[in-house]
């Protein structure tokens, strides 16, 4: 079972991966297709917003297909693009989160 800690970690782990910049104080300078947000590490698992925004998750998605084609590695994208296909957010946050997971290993 997920807890807050789970949340704030899933988080920091995409901020990781897509390079977004974090302050001393370990705030993030978010940055989606319409806005910049700051946000700080506390407010992370409250904000939510990969698991509930398409404005923010896709960016997500799309920088992992296309570090894949421009590294030219055979990273196994197939549950992201089934998820991607289902249309549903909370599946494809979770393929997403997933991916990134197996990366770091």
């Not at 390079?19 to 939510?48: A, F, K, R």
């Not at 979770?94 to 197996?102: D, N, P, T």
Request: with cysteine; net charge negative; charged share 30%.
């Amino acid at each position: 079972m997920k807890n807050e800690t789970d949340d704030i970690l899933e988080c920091e782990m995409i901020a990781h991966f897509m390079q977004y910049e974090s302050d001393d104080d370990g705030n993030w300078l978010i940055e989606t297709n319409y806005s910049s947000y700051e946000i700080g590490q506390d407010e992370l698992v409250y904000d939510e917003q990969w698991s509930s925004s398409w404005d923010w998750l896709m960016p997500v998605a799309n920088e992992i297909i296309k570090s894949r084609d421009e590294q030219n590695a055979d990273w196994d994208l197939n549950d992201l693009k089934y998820a991607l296909c289902t249309t549903n957010i909370e599946y494809v946050y979770k393929a997403v989160v997933e991916f990134i997971k197996a990366q770091k290993l």
